[in-house]
């Protein structure tokens, strides 16, 4: 909400949409869209740590492993598509067997491969939700549905909506940060007020570079920065007066003021110089396959920590359409140490609890190979793209630890029971942050909009 609005017009929109805020909130909300706001329901989960591994992880790799086509390996298996559908490589329907042994993990005995030793240690604080369902097989569609609820119009993202709902605990940082974030509409705020857009950090990989620009603070003293915003703020304010109150405007000087304060306080939070040697080595920092995402991952939780209240991490190359033995083991050799890490040192700082960590790709992969030469062994193949059925996993935050939900068929390609498309993950994780789905709005074009859409369900089985 802008701070330009009416009090009939908060009231109107406290009606129609904000319902999941406390009325008393609707004031601070005006004059500051980022205060930290109670929620209308009891909240499990105080921030997310979203983290987005784009280009669809193999969840028959990683794990959901099928007896069926491991004895099929090589042989060619029944299609379940349409006749209609065509998919490049894939006219042969060779089944293709795990890159790796999937095992028990833990007491709770959930499968995850061989290729994520680290992330197998933590296996009971998992919440693996084994029958995700999306609607679009391509890449951009399915990003931006899985981080906006669409795969067409452009709406906000998640962490938008998060922000909008509930603001920060930290007024001297944003209240969601893409680090590593892809484009633009992954994390933007659309016709939410600019103030939610995601913050975009790149990861730091020495002192001398920063993630933000134009973090440090050119002046010569505090003082001088203080006078120069100031005189920034009155002249800005009087534009906003003679256009007798502009949106734009007023979202402008409320970023500037949140730049300034940004240049006081955050340098020294995305600093992780000062960290020790055992938290860095905890996180991979250094490392050889592990330095950039591990940075990427300590961040994310010095962050969260601060009081950002939606941080989201995101990081590719999953797309792999050929030679998937070769290049998955890579992917998860960079990612697997970092991810456990975080959740590890968010555990022992008693963080975890009310954390909710969601770790997810946009879509799956088939249980099927895919050869894109046509001339390839099957060592060579990769696999097409799979919305039907994936894999994503939720920790911490009100989840319950050590559960797989969900299962798909024989080949692996159906959810079968516990399926949870992706609007029912976002209503389950607003439900977990104090939220109801119904609620959240924001009217746009003559009707109210939500994350979820007219969609969504929470699903309460994974609910701790």
């Not at 944003?174 to 103030?195: D, M």
């Not at 990989?205 to 603070?217: G, I, Y």
């Not at 734009?248 to 040697?277: F, H, W, Y």
């Not at 607003?430 to 939500?450: Q, W």
Request: aromatic share 6%; proline share 5%; net charge neutral.
């Amino acid at each position: 909400m802008n701070s330009i609005l009416t009090r009939r017009q908060l009231l109107q929109r406290t009606a129609c949409g904000f319902g999941a805020l406390a009325l008393q909130d609707i004031a601070s909300a005006a004059a500051n869209p980022l205060a930290a706001r109670i929620p209308g329901m009891v909240p499990k989960a105080k921030r997310v740590i979203f983290l987005f591994m784009g280009g669809g992880p193999s969840q028959m790799d990683l794990f959901d492993p099928k007896p069926f086509i491991e004895r099929k390996h090589g042989q060619k298996i029944d299609s379940p598509l349409r006749k209609e559908v065509t998919q490049i490589g894939t006219d042969q329907f060779l089944a293709l067997k795990a890159m790796a042994p999937v095992r028990p993990r833990g007491q709770s005995g959930m499968m995850i491969s061989d290729l994520m030793p680290h992330l197998a240690t933590v296996a009971d604080d998992l919440c693996l939700l084994r029958g995700m369902n999306a609607d679009n097989p391509q890449h951009a569609g399915a990003t931006l549905q899985f981080h906006t609820g669409t795969f067409a119009e452009v709406r906000p993202s998640m962490g938008a909506w998060v922000s909008y709902g509930l603001g920060t605990e930290n007024a001297n940082l944003p209240s969601f940060v893409s680090i590593q974030g892809g484009g633009v509409r992954e994390y933007g705020s659309a016709f939410l007020p600019a103030i939610h857009q995601g913050t975009k950090l790149t990861v730091p990989l020495d002192s001398k570079t920063l993630p933000v620009e134009n973090l440090r603070n050119v002046s010569e003293n505090d003082a001088i920065q203080r006078q120069r915003m100031d005189f920034m703020a009155r002249m800005n304010k009087r534009l906003v007066g003679d256009l007798h109150g502009d949106a734009n405007m007023e979202g402008m000087i409320q970023n500037m003021e949140l730049a300034a304060r940004m240049q006081l306080t955050t340098p020294a939070i995305v600093d992780i110089s000062k960290e020790s040697k055992a938290t860095l080595d905890l996180y991979g920092v250094g490392g050889k396959d592990t330095n950039t995402f591990g940075r990427a991952c300590l961040l994310a939780r010095k962050l969260s920590e601060a009081g950002v209240r939606f941080v989201q991490v995101s990081t590719g190359g999953w797309d792999h359409h050929g030679d998937i033995r070769g290049n998955l083991p890579k992917l998860c050799s960079q990612t697997d140490q970092p991810v456990a890490a975080l959740l590890k040192d968010l555990k022992s700082r008693g963080l975890l609890e009310d954390t909710l960590v969601l770790w997810s790709g946009e879509f799956g992969r088939t249980p099927w190979s895919q050869d894109l030469s046509g001339k390839s062994p099957i060592e060579k193949h990769g696999r097409e793209h799979q919305p039907e059925s994936f894999c994503s996993w939720m920790a911490g935050g009100g989840v319950k630890a050590g559960l797989t939900y969900g299962d798909t068929d024989d080949m692996g390609y159906r959810a079968i029971n516990g399926k949870v498309h992706i609007h029912d993950l976002h209503a389950t994780m607003l439900h977990l942050l104090g939220i109801d789905h119904l609620k959240l709005t924001s009217r746009h074009l003559g009707r109210d909009f939500r994350l979820t859409d007219v969609y969504g369900e929470v699903v309460k089985e994974i609910l701790a």
